[in-house]
Nanobody, 124 residues
Framework: QVQLVESGGGLVQAGGSLRLSCAAS????????MAWFRQAPGKEREFVAG????????DYSDAVKGRFTISRDNAKNTVYLQMNHLKPEDTAAYYC?????????????????WGQGTQVTVSS
Protein backbone atom coordinates (compact mmCIF):
# COMPACT_ATOMS: atom_id res chain seq x y z
CA GLN A 1 0.00 0.00 0.00
CA VAL A 2 1.47 3.31 -1.08
CA GLN A 3 1.90 6.18 1.33
CA LEU A 4 2.75 9.75 0.35
CA VAL A 5 3.68 12.22 3.08
CA GLU A 6 4.15 15.90 2.31
CA SER A 7 6.10 18.36 4.42
CA GLY A 8 7.61 21.82 4.20
CA GLY A 9 4.54 24.02 4.08
CA GLY A 10 4.14 27.12 6.19
CA LEU A 11 3.58 30.85 6.31
CA VAL A 12 5.80 33.06 4.17
CA GLN A 13 5.75 36.66 2.98
CA ALA A 14 5.19 37.49 -0.66
CA GLY A 15 8.42 37.17 -2.58
CA GLY A 16 9.71 34.47 -0.29
CA SER A 17 10.51 30.82 -0.90
CA LEU A 18 9.50 27.41 0.39
CA ARG A 19 10.56 23.89 -0.47
CA LEU A 20 7.99 21.14 -0.26
CA SER A 21 8.92 17.48 0.04
CA CYS A 22 6.88 14.35 -0.53
CA ALA A 23 8.23 11.06 0.78
CA ALA A 24 6.82 7.91 -0.78
CA SER A 25 6.74 4.37 0.48
CA UNK A 26 5.10 1.11 -0.43
CA UNK A 27 5.90 0.94 -4.14
CA UNK A 28 8.91 1.20 -6.41
CA UNK A 29 9.09 4.97 -6.53
CA UNK A 30 10.96 5.19 -9.81
CA UNK A 31 8.13 3.38 -11.62
CA UNK A 32 5.74 6.29 -11.15
CA UNK A 33 5.17 9.74 -12.54
CA MET A 34 4.84 12.25 -9.72
CA ALA A 35 3.03 15.56 -9.57
CA TRP A 36 2.05 18.39 -7.29
CA PHE A 37 -1.46 19.79 -7.17
CA ARG A 38 -2.95 22.53 -5.05
CA GLN A 39 -6.37 23.47 -3.80
CA ALA A 40 -7.43 26.84 -2.46
CA PRO A 41 -10.64 27.25 -0.43
CA GLY A 42 -13.69 27.18 -2.66
CA LYS A 43 -11.68 26.17 -5.73
CA GLU A 44 -11.02 22.94 -7.55
CA ARG A 45 -7.78 21.06 -7.12
CA GLU A 46 -5.41 22.17 -9.87
CA PHE A 47 -2.25 20.84 -11.43
CA VAL A 48 0.94 22.65 -10.45
CA ALA A 49 3.86 20.58 -11.73
CA GLY A 50 4.69 17.07 -12.88
CA UNK A 51 7.85 15.04 -13.38
CA UNK A 52 8.59 11.89 -15.30
CA UNK A 53 9.86 8.68 -13.76
CA UNK A 54 13.48 9.49 -14.57
CA UNK A 55 13.17 13.19 -13.81
CA UNK A 56 14.13 14.20 -17.34
CA UNK A 57 10.72 15.56 -18.33
CA UNK A 58 8.86 18.19 -16.34
CA ASP A 59 5.67 20.18 -16.86
CA TYR A 60 4.36 23.29 -15.13
CA SER A 61 1.14 25.20 -15.08
CA ASP A 62 1.33 28.67 -16.53
CA ALA A 63 0.66 30.12 -13.09
CA VAL A 64 3.92 28.80 -11.65
CA LYS A 65 6.20 28.41 -14.66
CA GLY A 66 9.49 30.19 -14.06
CA ARG A 67 8.95 30.38 -10.28
CA PHE A 68 8.54 26.76 -9.18
CA THR A 69 10.82 23.79 -9.83
CA ILE A 70 9.86 20.15 -9.43
CA SER A 71 12.56 17.53 -8.90
CA ARG A 72 12.89 14.01 -7.59
CA ASP A 73 15.46 11.80 -5.92
CA ASN A 74 14.64 8.20 -6.71
CA ALA A 75 17.27 6.95 -4.28
CA LYS A 76 15.41 8.75 -1.48
CA ASN A 77 11.89 8.04 -2.81
CA THR A 78 11.16 11.75 -2.59
CA VAL A 79 9.78 14.43 -4.88
CA TYR A 80 10.34 18.12 -4.21
CA LEU A 81 8.73 21.40 -5.16
CA GLN A 82 10.96 24.45 -4.85
CA MET A 83 8.73 27.53 -4.78
CA ASN A 84 10.33 30.94 -5.31
CA HIS A 85 8.88 34.43 -5.68
CA LEU A 86 5.74 33.32 -3.92
CA LYS A 87 2.55 35.33 -4.36
CA PRO A 88 -0.57 35.55 -2.19
CA GLU A 89 -2.47 33.69 -4.92
CA ASP A 90 -0.19 30.69 -4.33
CA THR A 91 -1.91 30.19 -0.98
CA ALA A 92 -3.41 26.70 -0.96
CA ALA A 93 -3.10 23.19 0.35
CA TYR A 94 -0.46 21.41 -1.73
CA TYR A 95 -0.74 17.71 -2.51
CA CYS A 96 1.64 15.28 -4.11
CA UNK A 97 0.23 12.51 -6.25
CA UNK A 98 1.42 9.38 -7.99
CA UNK A 99 0.48 8.11 -11.45
CA UNK A 100 1.29 4.72 -12.89
CA UNK A 101 1.47 5.75 -16.54
CA UNK A 102 4.56 6.54 -18.57
CA UNK A 103 4.09 10.22 -19.44
CA UNK A 104 3.60 13.38 -17.42
CA UNK A 105 -0.07 14.33 -17.36
CA UNK A 106 -2.23 17.02 -15.73
CA UNK A 107 -5.52 15.17 -15.25
CA UNK A 108 -6.01 14.79 -11.50
CA UNK A 109 -8.53 11.98 -12.04
CA UNK A 110 -5.76 9.76 -13.41
CA UNK A 111 -3.70 9.92 -10.23
CA UNK A 112 -4.46 7.01 -7.98
CA UNK A 113 -2.52 7.90 -4.85
CA TRP A 114 -2.45 11.16 -2.91
CA GLY A 115 -0.81 12.58 0.15
CA GLN A 116 -2.66 14.32 2.96
CA GLY A 117 -1.53 17.78 1.87
CA THR A 118 0.57 20.56 3.36
CA GLN A 119 -0.66 24.14 3.76
CA VAL A 120 1.15 27.03 2.13
CA THR A 121 0.08 30.53 3.11
CA VAL A 122 1.60 33.59 1.46
CA SER A 123 0.98 36.93 3.12
CA SER A 124 1.00 40.21 1.21
Amino acid sequence: QVQLVESGGGLVQAGGSLRLSCAASGRTFSNYVMAWFRQAPGKEREFVAGISRTGITTDYSDAVKGRFTISRDNAKNTVYLQMNHLKPEDTAAYYCAQYGGSVVIRDRNAFGSWGQGTQVTVSS
